[in-house]
C-alpha cells in the first residue's frame, strides 16, 4: 500500500534524530495564527465558569445512570486535559483561577469508595462509566504538573490513588473473582475501557504501586477487546488497523497510547514494536489529506484511498479523532524521532483542525438531533459550541452534527464530545514546536513566535521566528545568546518541500530530507534563514477498486465508483485549498485545471483582502484558456455552517493541462577525434560521444540540443550558437590544445556573466574552457579500466534528484586523487575503484553568475553513458546549469588605473 499522497515526497533516506524529548525548560509567546487559536479557546469556552460547573454535576447527580448514551462522564476530564495544555502555553493566570477552582468542585464530588464517576455503583463501569474514570485521572495527573498550591497537589493525589485503587480492584481475570476489562462493556468489545491503561501507567510512574501495574498487566492481556486481539495484530503486522475486527478510530488510538506508556515502563521491545506498527499502518492506509480519518462515521475504513468516495454520505472525520491523531503524532515523534510525524500533526493542525473551529460563532443545533434518542430533554436550550464535530471534503456545508452530543437535566443545555477535546489540539502546539534534541534543540513548526529556553550548558537562549507562515515560506529564525555556544539546532523539513533552501548568517548550508542538524559555534545575533517550496501541489485520489470495511461488528464490501476519481485537491505549503461558496464568481464546475512542466499548479498568493471573509491566504490559481478561480485555505472555508459557505477541498476535475516548460538550448561540443580513428570506440557511439549524449537528452520536452564538434566551422562555435546557447556541455581528450583560446575567452565570459551554465564530463578536466572558467591545472590521477562505485553524497542537491545512495559501473577509466581543483561548492558524487582509489566525481562550483558542473565517468571506449543513472545525473546537471534569470545587467568590466600611481589616483 502507498503512502498517504500528502507524503507522496517522503524519502527513504530522511533523517531522524536518535533522540527528541519535551522541552521542560521553554517558554513560547505566539503570534498569528497560532495565537488567535489559543485566545479564541481561552475566551470563548475555558473560561467558562457555567460551564465547569454543569460538566461536574452529573458526578454529583449521577445523570449519565438516568438517560441513553451516558458519557457526560468525559466532558469535565476531556476539556481539563486539554485546558492545562493550553495553560501551559500562555501562563494566563486568570485560566489557572478557573482551572484550580474546578479542580477543587470536581474531587469534592468523591464518595466514600473513591469514586468520582457519573454513575451509581450498581450500574457502574456500564457503557461509558470506565472511559470517563480514564479521562477524569488522565486531567487530574496533568493538573498536577501545572498546580501552584503543594497542598491542594498533594490531595488532588490521595483522590487519583483513591480512584485508582477501587477501579484496580474490580478489574482483573475471572479466575481472581474479578471483572474482565473487555467484558463489562458492549461498545467496541469493551476498546473504550481498555483505553484506561494509559493513566494507569502514568498513576504507576508517579507511586509505584504493585496493583496498577498488575491492572496494566491484566489489560493487556486482554489484547484491547473481545472483538479480536488487536494488540496482537499490531505486533504481527500483516493487517492494517481498518482490517481489525474492530475499526473505532478514537478508542483505537487511545488504547495504543496505553499501550506505548506500558512499553516505556516495562522496557518490553514487542509493546514498543506494536505502537510503531500500528502507527505506520494508520499514516499509510487512513490519513487523508486534511490530517483526519474515517470516511464512514469515525471508523478506520481506508480513507486515504477512499476520501473522494461516495458511498457513504453520513458525518465523517470526526474532530475527537483529529485531536487524537495529533497527540499521538506527537508521542511517536519522541518514540521514532521521524520528523513525517510532525509533518502530519501540522498537517491536522492547519486543516481539519483549525477548520473545526467555530471562528463564527455559530449557535446552531442540526434538526434532525432534535428528535434523537440522544435529546434526552425536549425544548434544547441553545448552547454555543466553539468546534465543529465533522469534516467534509466534497462539496457540504460544515457543523452538520454534534458529535458526541449530550443534555444536561439542569438548564437542557447540551455539549459534545468534539467540542471537548478540541482545546487540547491548539495546546499540543506547544509541546511539539520546540523540543530538546541530541546535543540541542529541534524545531519542528515554524509559526511566528518568540520562544525562550536553555542550551545544553543550560545558558538562555532565545528564539524569534518570522515570516507569517504557513501563508508564506520565508522564515527567519533569530537567536538571542548571552555568551558563544556550540550545539545542535535541528530543522524540520517538510516532505512536501521539494525546493528547500536554508542559509546561516548568508552562508548557505546544505538541506537534508527529515530534520537539517546545524551544529556549529552560535552567537548572539545569528539569524537562520529557511526558504520552504510553496509551490501548489495538485493531488489526485488513488485507485482503490474494492475493498471490505467494517462497521461495527458489520462487514461491508465496498467498491470504487470511477467518477469519484474524477477530482483533485490543491495543497500550498502544509495548507489544503479549498472552493468557497462566498468567493465572487466561484463555481463548483469541473474545471480544467493548468499546471507547470513539473506538474505543480500555476498559482498567485493574493492579498489578504482578495475575499470579503477572513482567511489564512487565498490563491488565484490558473485554468485552461487564460481562466482563474480563486480558493481560500481549507480552515477558513464553511465558517458560516450553512448553504453561504458551501465548500470543498476535493474539486471535480475536466481536465488537467500542462504547460510546456521553457525550453533550455543545450550545445554537445565534443572533439570527435576517437570515434574517427579508433573503431572500439565508433563501435559504441557510431555517431560520436556527442550524439550519444544527444539522443537521451532529446526525449526532454524542456531540452533542445544542438550538436558541435572541433572539426566544424568556428570550432563549431560560431557567436550566434554560443550566444544561444544555455548550457554548453564539453567532452575533450587528445585536442585540447587545438581549441582556440580566443573561443575559450568567450566561454568563459559567458559562464561568468551568468548567461551560460558549463557541464564538464570526464577528461574535460583539461580541456581549456574547464580550467579557464574554474581555476586549475585540471591535474588528476589516473589508471586502468575497472568497477567503479559512484556513491551519492548530497541526495538533495538538484543533481542527485533520483540517484539511489550509489550505484555500479562495470567499466570505467581511473581517475583518482589527488584532483587539482578548487573547493567544489558542493560535492554531489564520489567515486570508489576496485584499486582502492577515490575521487571526487561530482562537483558543482559557482563562478561569477554562472554555474559549472564536473562529472567524472565517460571515457571513450567504456559504456557508461549507456548507464540509466549517468544518463539522470547528466540530464539533471543541464537543469541546475541552466541560467537563472537576472533581472539586471552584470557588469562585465572595471575602472582601471593605467599609468597613474596611487597617490596621483588619491589627488
Not at 430533554?377 to 458529535?403: A, C, H, I, W
Not at 582556440?740 to 565570459?749: A, H, P, Q, T
Amino acid at each position: 500500500m502507498k503512502n498517504p499522497i500528502f507524503l507522496r515526497h517522503e524519502a527513504a533516506n530522511a533523517k531522524c534524530l536518535p533522540t527528541v524529548a519535551f522541552d521542560r525548560d521553554k517558554t513560547v509567546h505566539y503570534h498569528g495564527q497560532v495565537e488567535q487559536m489559543l485566545r479564541f479557546i481561552t475566551e470563548t469556552q475555558l473560561m467558562d465558569k457555567k460551564m465547569w460547573e454543569r460538566f461536574v454535576s452529573p458526578f454529583r447527580t449521577h445523570e449519565d445512570d438516568l438517560t441513553v448514551g451516558g458519557w457526560r462522564c468525559e466532558y469535565w476530564g476531556k476539556m481539563m486535559r486539554g485546558a492545562v495544555y493550553v495553560y501551559s502555553i500562555t501562563q494566563d493566570l486568570k485560566l489557572y483561577r478557573v482551572l484550580e477552582k474546578t479542580v477543587r468542585d470536581l474531587i469534592s464530588t468523591a464518595d466514600g469508595y473513591g469514586r468520582i464517576s457519573s454513575y451509581t455503583v450498581e450500574n457502574e463501569f456500564t457503557k461509558w462509566d470506565t472511559w470517563g474514570r480514564k479521562y477524569i485521572m488522565l486531567s487530574l495527573i496533568y493538573f498536577m504538573e501545572i498546580c501552584r498550591d503543594e497542598a491542594l497537589k498533594a490531595e488532588i493525589l490521595e483522590k487519583v490513588i483513591a480512584h485508582a485503587d477501587y477501579i484496580a480492584e474490580k478489574f482483573g481475570d475471572e479466575k481472581d473473582g474479578k471483572r474482565p476489562i473487555t467484558k463489562n462493556v458492549k461498545h467496541w468489545g469493551g476498546l473504550n475501557a481498555s483505553s484506561i491503561l494509559e493513566p494507569v501507567m502514568l498513576l504507576y510512574k508517579l507511586t509505584k504501586k504493585e496493583n496498577y501495574l498488575e491492572l496494566a498487566h491484566h489489560i493487556i492481556s486482554c489484547g484491547g477487546s473481545t472483538w479480536g486481539n488487536i494488540l496482537a495484530l499490531s505486533m504481527q503486522d500483516n493487517l492494517y488497523p481498518y482490517q481489525y475486527p474492530v475499526t473505532k478510530a478514537y478508542e483505537m488510538i487511545s488504547f495504543f497510547e496505553g499501550v506505548l506508556e506500558y512499553s516505556f515502563v516495562t522496557g518490553e521491545e514487542k509493546y514498543r514494536k506494536a505502537v510503531e506498527n500500528f502507527g505506520k499502518r494508520v499514516l499509510e492506509s487512513d490519513i487523508t489529506v486534511i490530517g483526519c480519518a474515517g470516511m464512514t462515521h469515525e471508523l478506520f475504513d481506508h480513507s486515504g484511498a477512499r476520501q473522494t468516495s461516495s458511498y457513504f454520505t453520513g458525518i465523517k472525520q470526526e474532530t475527537c479523532v483529529t485531536v487524537t491523531w495529533m497527540k499521538f503524532c506527537l508521542r511517536m515523534l519522541i518514540l521514532t524521532g521521524d520528523p513525517k510525524y510532525a509533518d502530519c500533526f501540522e498537517q491536522s493542525l492547519y486543516n481539519a483542525y483549525a477548520g473545526a473551529l467555530n471562528t463564527n460563532q455559530n449557535v446552531v443545533l442540526p434538526a434532525h438531533q432534535v428528535d434523537s434518542d440522544l435529546m434526552q430533554y425536549k425544548n434544547p436550550t441553545l448552547t454555543y459550541l466553539p468546534f465543529d464535530s465533522y469534516s467534509e471534503m466534497r462539496l457540504n456545508v460544515r457543523g452538520r452534527q454534534v458529535g458526541g452530543l449530550q443534555q444536561f437535566a439542569a438548564d437542557h443545555t447540551y455539549y459534545g464530545c468534539c467540542a471537548c477535546i478540541g482545546a487540547a489540539g491548539a495546546g499540543l502546539v506547544g509541546h511539539i514546536a520546540l523540543m530538546k534534541a541530541e546535543g540541542g534543540i529541534a524545531l519542528n513548526l515554524y509559526s511566528d513566535c518568540d520562544m525562550e529556553t536553555k542550551t545544553p550548558e543550560g545558558n538562555k537562549l532565545g528564539l524569534s521566528i518570522s515570516g507569517g507562515y504557513p501563508r508564506k515560506g520565508e522564515i527567519k529564525i533569530a537567536l538571542k545568546l548571552r555568551k558563544k555556544e556550540a550545539f545542535s539546532i535541528a530543522l524540520r523539513i517538510p516532505t512536501w518541500s521539494v525546493q528547500t533552501t536554508l542559509s546561516v548568517g548568508g552562508e548557505a548550508v546544505e538541506v537534508t530530507p527529515g530534520y537539517t542538524v546545524i551544529d556549529r559555534l552560535w552567537k548572539n545575533g545569528d539569524e537562520i534563514s529557511l526558504s520552504l517550496d510553496m509551490r501548489t501541489e495538485l493531488y489526485r485520489p488513488d485507485s482503490w477498486g474494492r475493498d471490505v470495511i467494517r462497521n461495527g461488528q458489520k462487514v461491508i464490501e465496498v467498491r470504487e465508483d470511477p467518477s469519484d476519481r474524477n477530482f483533485f485537491a490543491l495543497r500550498r505549503g502544509p495548507l489544503m485549498l479549498a472552493r468557497d461558496a462566498r468567493i465572487k464568481g466561484n463555481s463548483f464546475d469541473p474545471v480544467h485545471i493548468l499546471v507547470d512542466a513539473d506538474g505543480y499548479a500555476i498559482t498567485e498568493l493574493l492579498e489578504a483582502d482578495a475575499v470579503d471573509f477572513e482567511t489564512v491566504c487565498a490563491v488565484k490559481v490558473a485554468l485552461f484558456n487564460d481562466e482563474s478561480m480563486t480558493l481560500v485555505d481549507f480552515s477558513s472555508a464553511g465558517k458560516t455552517w450553512d448553504e453561504q459557505s458551501l465548500h470543498e477541498v476535493w474539486m471535480p476535475l475536466k481536465a488537467i493541462h500542462k504547460q510546456k516548460r521553457n525550453v533550455i538550448r543545450v550545445t554537445v561540443w565534443n572533439e570527435y577525434v576517437h570515434e574517427k580513428k579508433k573503431e572500439s570506440v565508433r563501435a559504441l557511439y557510431p555517431d560520436g560521444i556527442h550524439g550519444f549524449v544527444r539522443d537521451f537528452l532529446k526525449k526532454n520536452e524542456d531540452m533542445e540540443i544542438r550538436l558541435a564538434a572541433l572539426c566544424d566551422p568556428d570550432q563549431g562555435l560560431p557567436d550566434e550558437v554560443l550566444n544561444n546557447t544555455d548550457v554548453l556541455i564539453w567532452w575533450g581528450h587528445v585536442a585540447h590544445n587545438k581549441v582556440d583560446d580566443k573561443l575559450v575567452e568567450k566561454i568563459r565570459n559567458r559562464v561568468y556573466l551568468g548567461k551560460m551554465g558549463f557541464v564538464a564530463l570526464h577528461s574535460a578536466h583539461h580541456s581549456k574552457p574547464f580550467k579557464a572558467i574554474v581555476g586549475t591545472n585540471g591535474n588528476l590521477s589516473w589508471g586502468r579500466n575497472q568497477k567503479e562505485i559512484m556513491w551519492n553524497l548530497m541526495p538533495s542537491h538538484e543533481i542527485a534528484a533520483g540517484i539511489p545512495d550509489h550505484f555500479l559501473l562495470e567499466e570505467e577509466e581511473l581517475y583518482s586523487e589527488p584532483f587539482y581543483i578548487p573547493q567544489p561548492d558542493a560535492l554531489v558524487f564520489g567515486a570508489w575503484f576496485e584499486d582502492g582509489h577515490i575521487m571526487r566525481a561530482g562537483a558543482c562550483f559557482h563562478r561569477g553568475a554562472g554555474k559549472v558542473f564536473y562529472f567524472q565517468p565517460g571515457h571513450e571506449t567504456c559504456k557508461s553513458f549507456y548507464n540509466p543513472y549517468v544518463q539522470r545525473v547528466i540530464t539533471n546537471a543541464v537543469r541546475w546549469a541552466a541560467p537563472n534569470q537576472i533581472v539586471y545587467e552584470i557588469k562585465n568590466d572595471c575602472p582601471h588605473i593605467l599609468e597613474k600611481t596611487v597617490d596621483e589616483f588619491n589627488q
